[in-house]
């Protein structure tokens, strides 16, 4: 079925995410107001691995699938009967995740005869930024009322992906810098796991930060002239740190054992978590939120300025981060959006949104469209 020229505002669209661990469906009219969004989290079974682990996300997409669908439909009076088109990720995240979401939205509008659009995830973080988390009716005077206006600068940082890009209009990006290694919830991820703070580690690390205010100071990798960025340093950095303080604990440890009795050849045992090892990893997270935050907000600070942007907005699972919400209000020149916590971490509902954009721009897919798990945003 083709979409009509120009889209009714009250447009209804039913959209899936499952690019990674999250199994996700909601349902968005006009392109802002959320009539449903539904996330059944996997994060329980892959945390005894420490990561994600692919196969069985799949696995448990392809299980949670039918009923996340049926509860968000059923936050609809008609259900499938009002939904006007459908959307899903198709790009980047994992192959076999990407395929079950893909599949099933696909089957579902060849088998209501309804338009679909394939959706970037990038994008969609980025339009999780126009949801309303009210009905629009409702909203007068609050930030949320108006939708950004071009043109904007947005930092996108999660698990998969940091990078900052100039946006001119619906769909028109410029990549102005991304990551030249780790993404910046994956440095927070394993530099967690190197500080023995358990997964995801953002939320960990943010956690234990909050504990400590200062102590320790850990290097910025600013990348002068460039707004690109680098967390595999601050990674390693923080793995020295924690080395240098175990050298220094067993020396101390084999210097106060008793010489008589002690069994040749033993290595020193790990020094007891104690309370000042606890006090040393909660100023070691500090001083990791504070480097990655640093240079997150002074890139995005410097680009706002740079292309006369109208706001910033913050998008991923990374903007959940509370310092980096304050820090980028603080510090920025201009209005800063970023969405409700629930909506930075993955969802169905900015999948929706961003497909409205697409569709009013005339945009369809086919159904031979495929999964593209190294799809980039510009
Ligand atoms: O966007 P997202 O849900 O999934 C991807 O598309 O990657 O982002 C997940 C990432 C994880 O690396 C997680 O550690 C990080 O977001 N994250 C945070 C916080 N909450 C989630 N990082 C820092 N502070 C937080 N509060
Ligand atoms: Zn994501």
């Known amino acids: 079925m083709l979409i009509p020229s120009e889209l009714p505002p009250d447009f209804t669209i039913l959209a899936l995410e499952t690019s990674c661990d999250e199994t996700a469906a909601a349902i968005v009219r006009g392109g802002r107001e959320i009539v ?27 299980l949670a699938l039918p009923s996340v669908v049926a509860a968000a439909l059923a936050q609809l009076p008609g259900g499938l009967a009002h ?10 995240g994992l192959a076999g995740a990407l395929l079950t979401g893909l599949n099933a939205a696909k089957s579902i509008a060849w088998a209501r005869d309804l338009p679909f659009v394939g959706v970037n995830h990038i994008e969609a973080h980025i339009y999780a930024n ?10 007068a005077d609050t930030p949320q009322a108006d939708a950004p206006q071009f043109p904007l600068v947005a930092l ?9 890009a100039l946006l001119e209009g619906h769909g028109r990006y410029r990549l102005l810098g991304q990551t030249r290694d780790d993404a910046a919830g994956e440095a927070f991820d394993k530099a967690a ?31 002068r002239d460039s707004y690109d960025f680098s967390f595999s340093g601050l990674k390693t950095a923080v793995l020295h740190q924690i080395e240098g303080r175990q050298n220094r604990e067993s020396r101390v440890a084999s210097k106060n054992l008793p010489q008589r009795g002690k069994a040749p050849g033993l290595a020193p045992a790990a020094p007891p978590a104690d309370r000042s090892s606890d006090k ?5 997270a500090f001083a990791f939120q504070e480097s990655v935050v640093d240079v997150l907000v002074t890139k995005a600070v410097d680009a706002a300025r740079a292309y006369s942007a109208t706001a910033i907005l913050l998008a991923g699972g990374v903007a959940a981060n509370a310092r980096l919400r ?3 209000a603080r510090r920025s020149p201009v ?17 929706a949104a961003a497909a409205f954009y697409r569709f009013a721009d005339g945009q369809q897919d086919g159904w031979e469209l495929d999964v593209q798990p190294n799809l980039r945003l510009a």
């Open 36 to 62: 449903a969004n539904v996330v059944a989290s996997q994060i329980d079974i892959h945390r005894r691995y420490g990561g994600v682990v692919p196969e069985v996300a799949s696995r448990q997409h392809i």
């Open 83 to 92: 939904i006007d088109a459908v959307a899903a990720t198709y790009g980047p």
């Open 130 to 139: 126009w949801l309303a988390t009210a009905p629009l009716s409702n909203l």
């Open 156 to 164: 996108v940082v999660s698990g998969g992906h940091t990078l900052l």
């Open 193 to 223: 796991r190197i500080m023995g703070l358990g997964f995801p580690g953002g939320p960990a690390i943010q956690q234990a930060a909050a504990q400590a205010p200062g102590g320790v100071t850990l290097p910025r990798a600013w990348l």
């Open 280 to 284: 040393f990893i909660a100023q070691l």
């Open 326 to 328: 304050s820090e980028l």
């Open 335 to 351: 209005p800063v959006r970023c969405p409700p916590i629930a909506l930075c971490t993955d969802n169905a509902a900015m999948i």
